[in-house]
């Protein structure tokens, strides 16, 4: 595991959990935010998985370093400057809040989370509204590969409630990814299913900016046996 190795279906993954290659990065676009982009980039981790393929061990009580992993997928987000950070519980919500410390976050359940991914992104963006956010970045718990210096890269990149962003792993689109606050409401409307946020990143392909993570993160899930070795 690098060492900033710090992953649910992707909400803008292909099939088989690969990056989705139908969006291209525009020109100039990776850099720092604008100057006067001051809204808050909130963090919206979505860790409601039940690890259908790991047996139902739920993804975000996976052990990691001592730890519940979503412990860790908080902290990365906290340590990238994301402020305020909400958490989508799921599968075994209640023993998730009982062994884990989320404290300082907003933790929200998702009573659909069996329907797929999308609900779990709809549940989040809704517990956004009224926080003044002016962007979501969305991660999730299953990707410890993807450390605090791969976040912020996407977080510094939000320039306007309209941002699109995503991490690009030498060129594919990845996690995590940013959403405008002005994007919410159109998302919120296409996610369903395993889906995501995929329909709205293909219908505003042109309009992502691709910020390169690939020299600091590893995006790969934890979503079979095998991947458990990756933990350790």
């Given at each position: 595991?690098?060492?900033?190795?710090?992953?649910?279906?992707?909400?803008?993954?292909?099939?088989?959990?690969?990056?989705?290659?139908?969006?291209?990065?525009?020109?100039?676009?990776?850099?720092?935010?604008?100057?006067?982009?001051?809204?808050?980039?909130?963090?919206?981790?979505?860790?409601?998985?039940?690890?259908?393929?790991?047996?139902?061990?739920?993804?975000?009580?996976?052990?990691?370093?001592?730890?519940?992993?979503?412990e860790n997928a908080v902290r990365v987000l906290r340590e990238a400057g994301c402020d305020p950070v909400h958490v989508v519980l799921g599968a075994s919500?209640?023993?998730?809040?009982?062994?884990?410390?989320?404290?300082?976050?907003?933790?929200?359940?998702?009573?659909?989370?069996?329907?797929?991914?999308?609900?779990?992104?709809?549940?989040?963006?809704?517990?956004?509204?009224?926080?003044?956010?002016?962007?979501?970045?969305?991660?999730?718990?299953?990707?410890?590969?993807?450390?605090?210096?791969?976040?912020?890269?996407?977080?510094?990149?939000?320039?306007?409630?309209?941002?699109?962003?995503?991490a690009s792993y030498d060129g594919e689109r990845g996690h995590p990814v940013l959403f405008g606050a002005d994007r919410w409401p159109d998302i919120a409307?296409?996610?369903?299913?395993?889906?995501?946020?995929?329909?709205?990143?293909?219908?505003?392909?042109?309009?992502?900016?691709?910020?390169?993570?690939?020299?600091?993160?590893?995006?790969?899930?934890?979503?079979?046996?095998?991947?458990?070795?990756?933990?350790?």
């Amino acid at each position: 595991m690098p060492a900033e190795a710090e992953t649910e279906q992707d909400p803008g993954r292909g099939p088989g959990g690969r990056p989705d290659r139908s969006t291209a990065p525009l020109t100039g676009a990776e850099g720092a935010a604008a100057p006067g982009a001051a809204a808050p980039v909130a963090g919206l981790l979505l860790a409601a998985g039940g690890g259908r393929r790991l047996g139902g061990r739920p993804k975000a009580l996976l052990p990691y370093r001592g730890r519940p992993l979503v412990e860790n997928a908080v902290r990365v987000l906290r340590e990238a400057g994301c402020d305020p950070v909400h958490v989508v519980l799921g599968a075994s919500a209640d023993e998730v809040r009982e062994r884990a410390d989320l404290s300082g976050c907003v933790v929200v359940d998702n009573p659909d989370w069996a329907e797929g991914m999308g609900s779990s992104l709809r549940v989040g963006l809704a517990s956004l509204a009224g926080t003044g956010a002016g962007a979501a970045l969305v991660s999730l718990v299953d990707q410890p590969g993807i450390g605090a210096r791969a976040v912020a890269r996407v977080r510094e990149a939000y320039r306007s409630p309209t941002s699109l962003v995503a991490a690009s792993y030498d060129g594919e689109r990845g996690h995590p990814v940013l959403f405008g606050a002005d994007r919410w409401p159109d998302i919120a409307a296409t996610a369903t299913g395993d889906r995501g946020a995929r329909v709205h990143l293909k219908e505003h392909a042109a309009e992502v900016m691709l910020v390169e993570c690939g020299d600091v993160a590893a995006p790969f899930d934890i979503d079979t046996p095998p991947d458990l070795a990756r933990l350790a």
